[in-house]
Each structure stands twice: as C-alpha cells, then as structure tokens.
C-alpha cells in the first residue's frame, strides 16, 4: 500500500512564477492537510481539504495561496506569485473519513524560491 | 488550537530508555494524543497515539497520566536512529487537523 505521495520532492521558482505541489494521498484516505515547515522551524497547518470541499483554511495566508482536493486527480497547493519568504518544505499528510487519529505524512516538497 | 508543550531538547545514550514529556492541560476528554517524530529532511512519521490507557506498539510507548493533562512517550532503548525532533499533539474540537508544538529534539550519544 503506498503512502502519501508527493511531487516534486523539489522545486526552484523565480521569484514572481507560480508554485504547484501535488499530494496523492494513501488509497482510501479521503481527507487531506498541508503543513509548511520553515527552515529550522516546525510544522505549521495550513488548511484541511476533503473531497471537493476545504473544511478548515486558518493556516492559508490570505493571498497568493491555494489549495484544492478535486473529486479525481490530486490534491494542489497552489503558490502565486512566489517571493523568498515561501522557501519551506511543504509536507501533505492523508487520513481516512472518520478516523479520528492518526495520519500520515509524505515526504515533503522543498520549494526554493531564488 | 491545540496547546502542547515539551522542552527544546533532551539528550540520551545509545541503548538507554528515554522519557520524553508532553505537557497537554487544555485537552478534553474525547481528544486523542498522538506523537509523530521527524528525522531530519523527512516527512513526519507517526510514533503512537492513545486516549486513556497506556499503549505499547513496536516503536514505543505511551504513558499517560490519569488526568490526562500530561503525558510520556518511553523510547526503551534508544538507538542513534531515533534521533529526531518528536512532536506532541492531540485534536481539540472534534477537528481532524493535528497541530503540532515545537517539538523535543532528542540526541542520542553513542
């Protein structure tokens, strides 16, 4: 069963390109987040998606950032417009509807903005 | 959000069990702790997690207190590979998001 997949593990952006990381999350999981992780800090949430719906965006910054879980396909997190400061790895974790435990981490996207 | 502390940083030697602290006083009584780790450049990876009663899986366990406003996760014998920043969380609300603190990071001395 494979985990959380994310591509690209790596990404270098001018600054002003857009960023998109994508998320396939574990076969049956249904619901999925994105953290971003500063260098040399930790995980900071920032936003809950399920199937066609965002439940919880407290952790988007207001612009420049989106995210969507389409009914086929990946989830995205979108980067507009991206400026040094979005240098970060980005992990996206997955869990099943109604879990309400565990879930699981993939192994980061490290966007470096220059 | 949910609120959790435990200290910067913590040292053990190889072979030697670690206790590493969790400090949870907000957490209601259907919210579940879970601990993660994180080697570094790696995703974080799901450790253990409980409600009430103590757990033990192959990776560690989980003592928690009977108040639930604390709890410990007990490495039995650290190993170098079990360096890593260990993180402590629970789920407040009924949310599904885990927020995370800022971490242990444990150094194990060979």
């Known amino acids: 069963n494979a985990g959380v997949m994310q591509n690209p593990r790596h990404l270098v952006r001018r600054r002003g390109q857009e960023a998109r990381l994508r998320c396939s999350p574990m076969?049956?999981?249904?619901?999925v987040y994105w953290y971003r992780q500063l260098p040399e800090e930790g995980l900071k949430f920032m936003v809950y998606?399920?199937?066609?719906?965002?439940?919880?965006e407290s952790g988007m910054p207001k612009e420049r950032f989106s995210a969507e879980f389409p009914k086929e396909g990946p989830s995205i997190l979108r980067i507009q417009q991206v400026v040094r400061g979005d240098s970060a790895a980005y992990f996206c974790?997955?869990?099943?509807?109604?879990?309400?435990?565990?879930?699981?981490f993939g192994e980061g996207s490290w966007l470096t903005v220059v | 959000d949910a609120k959790t502390t435990q200290p910067n940083s913590m040292e053990s030697n190889e072979e030697e069990p670690v206790h590493l602290p969790c400090n949870h006083s907000?957490?209601?009584?259907?919210?579940?702790i879970h601990w993660y780790r994180q080697l570094p450049s790696q995703g974080p990876e799901y450790v253990i997690h409980?409600?009430?009663s103590n757990v033990n899986n192959r990776m560690a366990s989980l003592a928690i207190a009977e108040d639930r406003k604390s709890s410990t996760l007990i490495l039995h014998r650290a190993t170098l590979r079990d360096a890593a920043v260990y993180y402590c969380?629970?789920?407040?609300?009924?949310?599904?998001?885990?927020?995370f603190g800022t971490g242990t990071k444990l150094q194990v001395i060979p």
């Open positions: 907000t957490i209601s009584g259907t919210d579940y």
């Open positions: 076969k049956g999981h249904s619901h």
């Open positions: 409980g409600l009430t």
């Open positions: 998606l399920q199937k066609e719906n965002i439940i919880d």
């Open positions: 969380s629970y789920r407040s609300g009924g949310y599904q998001k885990v927020t």
């Open positions: 974790a997955s869990s099943p509807a109604n879990s309400g435990n565990t879930i699981y």
